[in-house]
């Protein structure tokens, strides 16, 4: 015990920071993970070091080529030393050296080899990341990740343009973190014990301690009564209406004995909180949608816990919630005595508690309709579902067949973006037409110095006939035929790094299922230092 003590608190010294942004069981999952990275490319080997550092599991690179001069120029996860041994193994050992508590591996295989032997060995890992495919190996692969519900994240830096790519059907997300979330206070629909509380107040006939360390939350609540009995029941709205509010508020302050404002700093916060007080409860867009969806509706033996707590968060609202989802249960620090905010911090957790519980109902009922067994769902994960109800996202992407195929490209979304010829969506379709130059030549343009001249032409043929095919009435111009011409494939590592970064974050969202990561197609200009996330 003591033993397994040390090491724990070992670990949360080791990963302190980390902790804070995806708590312990977000760790957990970082550490039981096992992800496959194809090439240990300069990209590749990046993106791994900043799985390697906050302690993913495990992992195991797939590459058969040997270390060739190039590598180790832009590959800080070679040396010299290197050269001509196989490019898995090589930089498995040094990547291992970051952290001993990962388990690195290697496969000296290439992928299409593997893909024409064994295919299913990709169906072990969490997550499948490539680097540096060719267009038809990376179809392959992300067909049969795509069948086995298998994440893929395609990699590419080709010169000053980096690309990723995300491939996953479906991906829901619980704690979404969203950035400025509002306070669930519900102050214009309160509980019937907030209200028994609220009314418990009678800041006329308080002494000037009392007063000042009341709640602002209950200051703004006894406020809200005075407005309302003089405004038809209607809570302030408009900017005019909540200054004169915030007005009423001021007048509420105690006054000393030469009748001037006593400064008091718990109604100092309720004037500054009026726009967080007075927000409306409401279900969010985005939660709506999936109380609409399909897979909400018919639940089955196969559905996903998510969408079983989906169904049961939606039958809560339908009916005990009555429109309103489970209350959260947490509020903000405020200036007050300790009996007075513990006791109004009780009174949202035990409303919370009590909404969890009555989902917990409606979760046995589901599992049970649908022949899986009540511990299938643990109280823990409903309780955690229901303080981010609020905050659900589900990320649905398409596949790269789709994608790829001329019918069901998404022509519109490119015609729209290059209405600026100078958009990101012009490196997307460079990306395509070196694939396309690729295919027809079996090298990339510019690779050659002596050829850079002689491949701009070949280059534009393959970026008209793209367009072409996809019916797209737009042009592409020659500056950037030309930079593509003499980019040569390169894998700069100044690009590859920051790729790196932005690929291991990605990565790290789908293991965690924490934060949500972007759909479906990321693209990064390096000339200019911007970006842009598209659906394709």
């Given at each position: ?12 010294e ?7 942004l ?35 599991g ?9 270390v ?13 030393n ?30 299409e080899?593997?893909?024409?032997n ?10 499948v ?10 179809l ?22 980096g690309?990723m ?19 669930d ?11 028994d ?15 000042s ?17 003089e ?22 302050l ?10 008091e700093?718990?109604?100092?916060e ?73 006791g ?5 957790r ?10 917990s109902d ?25 303080r981010n ?8 992407c398409?596949?790269?067949a ?25 490196l ?10 690729h ?56 690009v ?22 972007f759909?479906?197609t ?7 230092q ?7």
């Amino acid at each position: 015990m003591a033993a397994g003590g040390s090491v724990r608190r070992r670990k949360e010294e080791k990963y302190d920071r980390q902790l804070r942004l995806w708590g312990d069981h977000g760790q957990e999952a970082l550490e039981a993970a096992h992800v496959c990275l194809v090439n240990a490319s300069g990209t590749g080997t990046e993106i791994l070091k900043n799985l390697v550092l906050p302690g993913i599991g495990s992992f195991t690179i797939v590459d058969g080529s040997a270390v060739a001069g190039e590598d180790v120029g832009n590959n800080f996860f070679l040396t010299k030393n290197s050269i001509g041994l196989n490019r898995a193994q090589a930089a498995t050992e040094l990547l291992q050296e970051l952290n001993t508590d990962v388990s690195g591996n290697f496969v000296e295989e290439s992928l299409e080899h593997l893909l024409e032997n064994d295919p299913t060995f990709f169906l072990r890992f969490n997550m499948v990341i490539t680097t540096q495919l060719p267009e038809s190996s990376l179809l392959r692969l992300s067909t049969v990740l795509w069948n086995a519900d298998v994440p893929l994240l395609v990699c590419r830096t080709y010169g000053l343009v980096g690309y990723m790519r995300l491939a996953i059907k479906e991906h829901p997300v619980v704690e979404s973190h969203p950035d400025n979330a509002l306070e669930d206070l519900r102050l214009d629909l309160p509980f019937p014990h907030l209200k028994d509380h609220i009314q418990a107040y009678d800041l006329d006939k308080m002494d000037k301690k009392d007063h000042s360390h009341t709640p602002w939350i209950i200051v703004v609540a006894k406020y809200l009564e005075k407005w309302c009995k003089e405004h038809n029941c209607q809570l302030p709205k408009t900017y005019k209406e909540k200054e004169a509010f915030r007005e009423l508020i001021r007048q509420g302050l105690m006054k000393n004995d030469d009748g001037v404002p006593e400064d008091e700093e718990n109604f100092d916060e309720a004037i500054k909180n009026v726009n967080t007080a007075l927000n409306p409860t409401k279900i969010p867009s985005n939660v709506q949608e999936l109380f609409q969806d399909e897979r909400c509706t018919n639940i089955n033996a196969q559905s996903p816990p998510f969408w079983i707590l989906t169904r049961a968060v939606k039958q809560f609202v339908e009916k005990e919630g009555l429109g309103c989802l489970p209350v959260r249960g947490t509020i903000p620090d405020m200036i007050a005595d300790s009996t007075r905010f513990i006791g109004l911090q009780n009174v949202y957790r035990e409303k919370a508690k009590q909404d969890a519980s009555v989902i917990s109902d409606y979760v046995t009922e589901l599992l049970q309709l649908i022949g899986r067994p009540p511990e299938a769902i643990s109280e823990k994960d409903i309780w955690h579902f229901c303080r981010n109800a609020a905050f659900l996202r589900l990320v649905r992407c398409r596949s790269l067949a789709e994608e790829f195929n001329t019918e069901t490209s998404n022509r519109d979304q490119i015609a729209s973006c290059m209405e600026n010829l100078d958009s990101e969506m012009v490196l997307y379709i460079m990306l395509r037409a070196v694939d396309c130059f690729h295919r027809q030549h079996g090298r990339y343009p510019g690779v050659y110095n002596n050829q850079v001249e002689g491949d701009i032409g070949k280059l534009k043929s393959c970026v008209v006939g793209l367009l072409q095919e996809w019916a797209v009435s737009v042009s592409v111009k020659d500056d950037y035929i030309h930079e593509f011409c003499r980019y040569g494939a390169s894998e700069p590592h100044a690009v590859a790094s920051f790729l790196g970064g932005a690929a291991a974050q990605e990565t790290i969202k789908i293991i965690t299922r924490q934060f949500v990561p972007f759909n479906n197609t990321f693209i990064y200009n390096a000339m200019l230092q911007t970006s842009m996330t598209v659906q394709l």
